[in-house]
């Protein structure tokens, strides 16, 4: 089928050809037929020049142009145009010689009178070598517009496909400890047949409906978000027990305000995994509000000096996503210092 596709694309090129240099012809008899009547002369004429025009036409746009001119080798360019210019210069005066000996058998008086100048035979050559050239560089210049679109296309593709790679490793953003942590205090409590299991089952199920199905939309309700870290501090209430106190404040929160799935729970996890009991109790302090289509999230946490998070998704995961989404829109300050560790995150909602 493709070789079947290929021959008549290939004949359909060579009856193009044909046909223009038919149209070629038309016009050298056209041409070089002002004020002579002498028809068999005209077209004897203009037959001998369309072997020369051709020949030198073919050679511009099939060599001198693609491997000399579109890869910029200006230097034998400009050699080769001036060899082909010379030879077929030379082969325009035969023919001027042709229509003098052969034609008009050495009579100058009958000539047509545009074949006696050497200047305007040339002019009519190099016309149709010209346009023809400037045609063939439009084409391999629209080809070329053509690759380079494509070309940048797939580069863009590719780029778009690896900041989703990127980001799809970034979403999974609830480290496995908590997950472990999380089930062996079920555990613990259905041994004891405790009546926190159900509540503690239903919020687990619904957290990790999130994560496995929210976390591909590109925006969910932020109202959507702060329940989902709700249930996980629930959560995480039931594991610490008495261990920790928490408080999670929030204000002027609109249910039209829309965010980043999954953007701020890595932030209250990390709180929780990398957190340290002071005097046995674990102190977190969540505050979210937003205020001029901004919003403002900061959590703080008692922590040894030098506490840093090393493993899971890590803070520097956290940035990588928000330099992702959220690029020259977002402030993110951290500090650990005096046994608290602090985040303040700004960030220019999507409403």
Known sequence: MLTKQFILKKIGQVILHIAFWCGVLLFYTYFFGVDSSDFSYVLSFSLFLMPITIATTYVFIYK?????????????????????????????????????????????????????????????VYLVVVMVSAFKLLKLN???????????????????????QELNYLKMQI??????????????????KADETPEMILKLSN?????????????????????HINDYIELEKMR????????FKTKNILTETKITPMLLLPFVENSFKHGSLKNGILNVNIN?????????????????????????IGLDNIKKRLDLLY?????????NENGLFKVHLMLNMVN
């Open 64 to 124: 001198i142009i693609p491997e000399y001119l579109i890869i910029k080798r200006y230097a034998l360019f400009g050699l080769y145009s001036l060899y082909t210019l010379i030879i077929s210069t030379y082969l325009i005066l035969l023919s001027v010689f042709y229509g003098l000996v052969y034609l008009s058998n050495f009579k100058y008086a009958n000539m047509a009178p545009i074949s006696k100048s050497l200047l305007l035979v040339a002019i009519a």
């Open 142 to 164: 629209l080809k070329h517009t053509e690759d380079t679109k494509k070309l940048e296309t797939k580069i863009l593709e590719t780029q778009l496909k690896l900041k989703e």
């Open 175 to 192: 480290h496995p400890h908590f997950l472990f942590n999380t089930l062996n205090t079920m555990y613990g409590f259905a041994l004891k």
């Open 207 to 227: 957290l990790l409906d999130y994560l496995l199905y929210q976390v591909d939309k590109p925006f969910v309700s932020l109202n959507d978000e702060i329940h």
């Open 240 to 247: 610490f027990n008495n261990t920790l106190h928490i408080d």
């Open 288 to 312: 979210l509000y937003c205020e001029n289509k901004s919003l403002f999230f900061t959590i703080e946490n008692t922590s040894n000096a030098n506490t840093v998070s090393e493993n899971g």
């Open 327 to 335: 690029k020259n829109q977002y402030t993110l300050q951290i500090n």
